[in-house]
T-cell receptor, first 114, second 113 residues
């Protein structure tokens, strides 16, 4: 049973556009929701994360929107750039117990066309 | 430079031939973990370690072994590799079990023929 479902699997966006990746989770005990960015040949790197006590977190062009009642969260990349082309993973964990034991989504391959 | 180093980057082997993938971190992190990444399945945790000599199974531990004799090293051992273990493997570490930030290595692409 997959606990974190991510969509879409792939996404193509024009430079300057908005990229939106969605995730839905099932376990209401999750209390930490990070997004990771992975470039080809590299390991995932933490991009931005949110806790359920806020509905939105913004860092530069990257924003997480969180809907606790719907058990959904999404990553928005404003003014998308070709350098943002990467695979993005959402994750969820019960951070008080084992942050490393995150449940990951399947990943979204983002291509930003110049 | 703070980093997690995995070796080798690429490995091709045959069924049944024991192999070890090494992982080392230079950040004095207590927590280390191994994941495998497969198309459509995301990252799945294989084993993790809270500290030296403390290891535990993740979600997909079958066919793997680990050891944590030193804080900086966390090797992944495949005693008798099988083709279904062909995958991209990542090692990761964090300051401690409560730390939220994971640092990942660059990955090891393993092919078992």
């Amino acid at each position: 049973q997959q606990q974190v479902k991510q969509s879409p699997q792939s996404l193509i966006v024009q430079k300057g556009g908005i990229s939106i990746i969605n995730c839905a989770y099932e376990n209401t005990a999750f209390d930490y929701f990070p997004w990771y960015q992975q470039f080809p040949g590299k390991g995932p790197a933490l991009l931005i994360a949110i806790r359920p006590d806020v509905s939105e977190k913004k860092e530069g062009r990257f924003t997480i929107s969180f809907n606790k009642s719907a058990k959904q969260f999404s990553l928005h990349i404003m003014d998308s750039q070709p350098g943002d082309s990467a695979t993005y993973f959402c994750a969820a964990s019960r951070s008080r117990f084992n942050a490393g034991k995150s449940t990951f989504g399947d990943g979204t391959t983002l291509t930003v066309k110049p | 430079e703070a980093q997690v180093t995995q070796n080798p980057r690429y490995l091709i082997t045959v069924t049944g031939k024991k192999l070890t993938v090494t992982c080392s971190q230079n950040m004095n992190h207590e927590y280390m973990s191994w994941y495998r990444q497969d198309p459509g399945l995301g990252l799945r945790q294989i084993y993790y370690s809270m500290n030296v000599e403390v290891t535990d199974k993740g979600d997909v531990p079958e066919g793997y072994k680990v050891s944590r004799k030193e804080k900086r090293n966390f090797p992944l051992i495949l005693e008798s590799p099988s083709p279904n273990q062909t995958s991209l493997y990542f090692c990761a570490s964090s300051r401690d079990r409560a730390s939220e930030k994971l640092f990942f290595g660059s990955g090891t692409q393993l092919s078992v023929l």
